[in-house]
């Protein structure tokens, strides 16, 4: 059961307890108060006016009052949390998500540990759950970095650079990227530090659509990429001992990792489809292991 589902019960569950509380317990709540307090004033209050005076009867009066509306202690938690997980399912759903990267894969741009931030709308406002698309706002671009379910376990997120657009001939042979025919150009761009193994890896600098980043890729290592399983549109596919070329279908999406030789991605299991799409990642809020991580990325 993943998360989303969680949040959606508990707003389920607190709504019917909110709306018990407001048409059914609420109301009796202040009956019972209301006649808690013609009580006092019928046998009480003549006796404590005449002791402490009008204060005194007011003070019990609104002690009394307050005592009997009191939500339980199991409102309190169904009830009155409806409110807050309204609003987190809401600005989860329809304005940012947070995750966390679990892998090397999308090194150096984003390593494990990063706690990422997810642009839920700028693909377009998708229904929770459902993940039906009922607000067009925009679509991905070359380049951008996106979460997505993974196609051949939906319940699984992952995390890579849009590399093809539908239409486009997407060819990564002998460790070189082209699209469209036309080859990416590679920068070197000095060396990246993996702190987690206490090595040094070659880094690049790379140009995709308008977005510029940098990729690990080691060009002196022969290409072995082969599919991990027969996907959908795999006929679209060539596989030979160069590497691989695809034709992205329409509503779908070719994905790579930014660790070049270390990312499981579209050249093995294929195409990401559009209604997988979940958003697009733009923010670094924490890396408790390096706080100069925060902030944003490409």
């Known amino acids: 059961m993943n998360f989303a589902l969680i949040l959606f019960l508990l707003l389920v569950l607190t709504f019917v307890a909110w709306l018990a509380d407001r048409f059914v317990f609420a109301p009796r709540r202040a009956r019972a108060a209301a006649a808690a307090v013609a009580e006092f004033e019928r046998t009480g209050a003549p006796a404590l006016r005449a002791a402490g005076g009008e204060a005194a009867v007011s003070d019990q009066r609104e002690s009394l009052r307050a005592a009997r509306s009191k939500q339980p202690l199991w409102l309190e938690y169904t009830a009155g949390l409806f409110p807050v997980i309204l609003v987190v399912f809401a600005l989860r759903s329809f304005v940012a998500e947070p995750f966390k990267i679990p892998s090397e894969s999308m090194l150096p741009t984003l390593v494990v540990g990063d706690l990422i931030l997810v642009n839920k709308f700028a693909y377009g406002v998708r229904l929770p759950l459902a993940h039906t ?87 002196e290592k022969p290409s072995d990429i082969q599919p991990v399983v027969r996907f959908p549109y795999f006929d679209q596919c060539r596989y030979d001992e160069r590497g691989v070329s695809c034709t992205v279908p329409p509503g779908h999406y070719f994905m790579m990792g930014d660790n070049r030789e270390n990312s499981l991605d579209s050249r093995f299991w294929g195409f990401v489809p559009d209604e997988n799409i979940v958003g697009k990642a733009f923010f670094i809020w924490m890396n408790f292991g390096d706080l100069g991580r925060i902030g944003r990325f490409q």
Do not use: C, W
Not at 177 to 194: C, H, K, M, R, W
């Open 133 to 219: 698309k009922v607000l067009e706002v925009g679509q991905p671009q070359r380049g951008d970095v996106m979460v997505f379910r993974f196609p051949q376990d939906p319940s699984v997120d992952y995390i890579k650079r849009v590399i093809g657009l539908p239409g486009d001939k997407i060819s990564y042979e002998n460790k070189r990227l082209s699209i469209n025919g036309q080859p990416v150009a590679l920068t070197p761009a000095g060396e990246f530090e993996d702190r987690r193994r206490l090595t040094f890896y070659p880094q690049y600098s790379e140009k995709i659509g308008e977005n510029v980043h940098k990729i690990l890729t080691e060009l």
